[in-house]
Nanobody
Framework: QVQLVESGGGLVQAGGSLRLSCAAS????????MAWYRQPPGKERELVAL???????NYADSMKGRFTISRDNSKNTVFLQMNSLKPEDTAVYYC?????????WGQGTQVTVSS
């Protein structure tokens, strides 16, 4: 069993930055894929970015140039650096991981961007 715990969410003004963290606990030494999803109010969950165990990152088009995903494999942690935040970035952000062939979701962390 693996548990994903997000942190770093909160309230920020437009144009500001936040850095989200997601730590995997349990027997999670073999994490193949880690990713961030988000769900804005009244909308469906969407992929933000994903990163392989080797560090190869992919982003949704709307996030390119503003968001950066990274990971620390020794700590089983994935990060999402968010810059130039916009009000439309307001959402619950969820951590996702594939560990030994199983899919896991975090509980989500709220990010609110004010005008």
């Amino acid at each position: 069993q693996v548990q994903l715990v997000e942190s770093g969410g909160g309230l920020v003004q437009a144009g500001g930055s936040l850095r989200l963290s997601c730590a995997a606990s349990g027997s999670s030494s073999s994490t193949n894929i880690m990713a961030w999803y988000r769900q804005p109010p009244g909308k469906e969950r969407e992929l933000v970015a994903l990163i392989s165990s080797g560090g190869t990152a992919n982003y949704a088009d709307s996030m390119k140039g503003r968001f950066t995903i990274s990971r620390d494999n020794s700590k089983n942690t994935v990060f999402l650096q968010m810059n130039s935040l916009k009000p439309e970035d307001t959402a619950v952000y969820y951590c996702f991981a594939v560990v030994t062939g199983r899919r896991y979701w975090g509980q989500g962390t709220q990010v609110t961007v004010s005008s």
